[in-house]
């Protein structure tokens, strides 16, 4: 048997290298190295492509969030997209969750008709992710770039990503629609958009039921709307 002093010794260095080495990540079913990973424009992130745009279209209520749990399948983190999802790594065409999102029967397809459906460049990160490995991986961008803030480089592409899925062109939440320059500017100009964002003045924390946007999104959404909320 180890004296307790050693027992000891032992278990402050386990706490000690699981302090040290592991943080928790939200929506994100496993701890990640603490040190900074630099976003790799050739790989496709879970947390920070995958996950949003599964809780935004798919994880909602009446389909596969955890009270609805529509046939079985939940779809609102790591553990729950892979196994109830069926996802098959490295074999996309094996996966069910491929398979429901470029099915073409209206009675299988994901997201169900009367639901903004999930564009080509999304269908595109799923399948490149699963691809990959269907790996539960982060990253931080350490080029965030808050100077060249411009609606169609950086406002649209945020707004397609992280809000479409709620609030896109078919049956949008609240009959709110962030489709386009005319809605999004609306939006922001009235300060709704970044109350929402910021989950700040009684507003309903937006996205909705999902990881919130990164400080870099936020801050970029920030200058857009501080230099006129122009559509540049």
């Not at 691809?131 to 808050?146: K, M, P, W, Y």
């Not at 950086?154 to 809605?183: E, F, K, W």
Request: net charge negative.
């Amino acid at each position: 048997m180890f004296p307790l002093s050693m027992l000891g010794l032992l278990v402050g260095a386990l706490l000690l290298y699981s302090c040290k080495h592991e943080i928790p990540v939200p929506g994100f079913d496993g701890p990640i190295p603490t040190e900074t990973v630099n976003c790799d424009p050739q790989t496709v992130y879970f947390v920070q492509e995958v996950l949003p745009i599964i809780q935004g279209s798919c994880a909602i209520s009446g389909c596969h969030d955890a009270a609805s749990a529509e046939d079985g399948v939940i779809l609102n983190n790591y553990l729950n997209i892979v196994n109830t999802g069926e996802v098959v790594p490295r074999n996309a065409g094996q996966s069910e969750l491929y398979e429901v999102i470029v099915e073409n029967d209206p009675d299988d397809i994901m997201p169900p008709p009367g639901n903004t459906p999930l564009t080509s460049a999304q269908i595109s990160t799923i399948v490149n992710w699963i691809n990959q490995g269907a790996n539960n991986n982060s990253c931080v961008d350490l080029g965030c770039d808050t100077l060249n803030v411009g609606y169609a480089s950086t406002i649209a592409p945020i707004m397609q990503l992280r809000c479409d899925g709620c609030h896109g062109a078919n049956n949008p939440d609240a009959g709110i629609s962030l489709t386009n320059y005319a809605q999004i500017s609306d939006q922001a100009i009235n300060g709704t958009l970044l109350d929402a964002i910021k989950d700040q003045n009684g507003a309903v924390a937006m996205p909705y039921n999902a990881s919130p946007l990164s400080d870099c999104d936020i801050r970029a959404i920030e200058i857009w709307i501080e230099n006129g909320a122009l559509n540049d």
